[in-house]
């Protein structure tokens, strides 16, 4: 947990690009860290390895309906379904995520902030926004201060082992029928996890109150939000799968865009020479004016400085499809129910496919014969993250707009180093700085 990438890279070099993890109460994990493995499960049938089986450790999060924990033709379907609501969302939303930014950050000028946070509920606001369609502010701070809430509680280390180990819907149930009313009664403080359920059963309220709001909203051309569109699709989702789907999103988008943002303003303020490249691209680019979605395809150094953050800091660091008949992979048998998992951190790290790959070069995308191929931080095949787009669009938008707006110097930072943070990877400290204003 402390060294999760370091752990993985001791494992290839005592065991070679093929080794296995067994976690208790889970089924054995077996880890790839060739590409031409790795390109064969991404491209394998559905039917042999499962995905939506191998995420079985979602249902206490989001719920067991999402897109995440389908498989076969009802994954093929919903994935249809999602494709082109999540195309489309970030250039409709470019000038929203740009005024979110801007709002985070300039009632803070020349103060010293903890840019995990920030990042972390900028992210959460544009995706309540653009995804859910949330416009009201009172129900948009409630969802966001839930979110954070719900995130906080129930990754401790006795909550994130209960959900491993228990079925997770099922506890989720009873922590909303049974538990979250002991609050009402005040048995709040002496029942472990009231808390916890409390917050999840006011989520579930106000999820289902918005998506209430967008079936009664469903001829308002105005709304472009995911749940309008998906509320909207030929596919009649029920409004317990709707909320799955909006759980997953708000769990799977939030984190690990607003991780890649971090390293990517820690990689900066740590190296003046890729700072004062990236500044000048987007002085002859942008300039004064607001970030446009015509601006971005010039954007390339920018663009390649958050590649490169993808590559060396993963957030998420392996993905897993769970063999559903006996197969063979790369001279391994592998027998049904074991789980084979693609390492994106160490594919990432692979001298075959990434010249010095320790060393943090954007370069490298501009100048190399890079393989796009090789870069799997959004996973792969018929599963890769339907999120991709937009969440590429925001990352451009918002760092364009915090580099061209604001100054960020670190304030006596540590070394930062890559930790496991519930399901996905973060940076190991809160990230200070100075936020100052550049024009
Ligand atoms: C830097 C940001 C992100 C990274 C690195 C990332 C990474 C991933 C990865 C590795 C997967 C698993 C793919 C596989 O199994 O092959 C995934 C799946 C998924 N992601 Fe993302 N993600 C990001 C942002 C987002 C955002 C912003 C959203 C939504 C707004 C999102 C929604 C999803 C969904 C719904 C899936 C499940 C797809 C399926 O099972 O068919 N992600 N993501």
Known sequence: MRDPVGYLERCRRR??????????????????????????????SPDVLRGGESNVVLDFIAGPRSVARLDGAAHK?????????????????AAAMADNTLREFSPREGQILEFRAASQALSLRNLIQCALGVEDPARAERLHA?????????????????????????????????VAPLT???????????????????????????????????????????????ARGDEALRDEELRD?????????????????????????????????????LDEVVGEAAVTVDALPRLRYLRAVLYECLRLHPPVPAVGRRVATATELAGVSLPRGVVVS????????????????????P?????????????????????????????????QVVLATLLTRFTIEPVDWPSARLVQRGLFTGVSHPVRVKVARRR
Not at 33 to 44: N, Q, S, T, V
Not at 77 to 93: I, V
Not at 368 to 377: G, P, T
Request: hydrophobic share 45%; net charge positive; glycine share 6%.
């Open 77 to 93: 379907q919903r994935r249809r379904g999602m494709h082109t609501p999540f195309t489309r969302l970030g250039p409709r939303y």
């Open 363 to 395: 370069e490298r995308f501009l100048d190399e014969q890079v393989d796009r191929a090789s870069l799997i931080a959004f996973g792969g095949g018929t599963r890769t993250c339907l999120g991709k787009p937009f969440s590429l669009f925001q990352l």
């Open 184 to 230: 009402r009664r005040g048995w709040g403080k002496r029942v472990r996890f009231a808390a916890l359920s409390r917050v999840i059963a006011e989520l579930d309220a106000l999820l289902y109150a918005t998506i209430a709001e967008a079936r009664r909203e469903l001829h308002d051309a105005r709304r472009v939000d995911v749940l309008s569109l998906l």
């Open 146 to 178: 839930l979110m954070l809430e719900f995130i906080a509680r129930s990754l401790n280390p006795v909550m994130a082992l209960s959900w491993m180990l228990l079925p997770g819907a099922s506890l989720r149930a009873f922590m909303i029928r049974r």
């Open 342 to 361: 693609p390492s994106i951190a160490l594919l990432h790290r692979d001298p075959n496919l990434w010249s010095a790959p320790q060393r943090f070069s």
């Open 15 to 44: 065991y070679g690009p093929v080794f296995t993890l067994r976690w208790p109460g889970m089924p054995p994990m077996v880890y790839f860290a060739e590409l031409g493995p790795i390109r064969e499960i991404f491209r394998a």
């Open 245 to 281: 789907e909006l759980m997953a999103i708000l769990v799977a988008g939030h984190e690990t865009t607003s991780t890649t943002l971090d390293w990517a303003i820690i990689e900066l303020c740590a190296r003046p020479r890729v700072m004062a490249r990236a500044l000048a691209e």
